[in-house]
């Protein structure tokens, strides 16, 4: 009895041993992946996670790493090899909408994490959107915001923004100004989705008077709202508007690629003008009297 007792004692003993060592081993795994800077390095874990056997989380974290190195080989080969479930998935959709855009493969692997009884959740359906949007894939999209409806993720900003977006792409601006609407809260990207879809359609006049609520809502416009906006006033011809942009801008502090863009609007809106206009607007701008 008591040598029974003792050999229990012995494996059990063993048993916290070797889950110290494995939770050790995860971890100088972990360290070294989020060290990699090359596929070569990445494939080196991955090997000495084959040699001891390394289960979760492990996968998952270098399925992620393979996709942030950009490698499309690599990851569509290594995601069969894990277990299912719904971060790869999320993640390989992720990948294929935003590091590839491969928006087709998106789309094929949302509909195969369907089938597999994965339920996508509140991070698939943003870069599913993405893909339906440029696509063009307006049926899809449409069935897949009836998901979201039952699923109740209408809630979530970045759901949301995503459906605007998709709708924009599609051309159907009011499905589009429908799901803005019913936004209980709203934050800067909200309005930059609804401004910049009815700018790049050629709705105008929608954006600046959706740029005017925003600002009327206690919002301050960011780059990407001033470059949507601009872009409408140049539609419009509104110079007094240009100009206010043209200020706010000059005393914010914007990023390079986003200054320079800015300025080309600018210049492509003032070109428009002739040297009369020119005159008479500068006259107004600064207050003088005609």
Not at 113 to 140: E, H, Q, W
Not at 191 to 218: K, P
Request: hydrophobic fraction near 45%; proline fraction near 3%.
């Amino acid at each position: 009895m008591i040598f029974r007792t003792s050999i229990s004692r012995h494996f059990a003993a063993q048993s916290r041993t070797t889950a110290r060592r494995d939770r050790s081993l995860i971890s100088q795994l972990l360290f070294l992946l989020k060290q990699c800077r090359s596929t070569r390095l990445v494939q080196q874990v991955h090997t000495q996670m084959l040699i001891h056997s390394v289960q979760m989380p492990m996968p998952n974290f270098l399925l992620s790493k393979i996709i942030e190195l950009k490698d499309f080989s690599y990851s569509t080969l290594f995601f069969p090899q894990i277990p299912i479930n719904s971060y790869a998935f999320n993640v390989m959709i992720r990948g294929f909408a935003t590091t590839w855009q491969k928006f087709d493969l998106a789309l094929d692997f949302f509909v195969k994490m369907k089938a597999l009884g994965v339920k996508p959740d509140n991070f698939t359906y943003p870069f599913v959107f993405i893909s339906c949007g440029n696509l063009s894939a307006l049926r899809i999209g449409s069935l897949v915001h009836c998901e979201v409806v039952k699923s109740g993720l209408l809630l979530d900003f970045h759901v949301v923004h995503s459906l605007i977006t998709m709708y924009s792409r599609c051309r159907e601006m009011g499905f589009a100004r429908r799901a803005f609407d019913e936004m209980s809260e709203r934050d800067s990207v909200s309005w930059n989705s609804i401004i910049s879809g009815y700018s790049r359609l050629g709705f105008a006049r929608e954006a600046v008077e959706m740029f005017g609520e925003m600002r009327e809502g206690g919002l301050e416009p960011d780059e990407m709202t001033l470059v949507s906006v601009l872009g409408a006033c140049g539609d419009l011809g509104d110079l007094n508007l240009g100009r206010w942009i043209e200020d706010y801008f000059h005393a914010g502090d914007l990023l390079v690629e986003d200054a320079e863009e800015i300025h080309q609007v600018l210049d492509m809106l003032y070109e428009d003008m002739t040297p009369e206009d020119n005159m008479v607007e500068d006259l107004l701008y600064k207050g003088i009297d005609l």
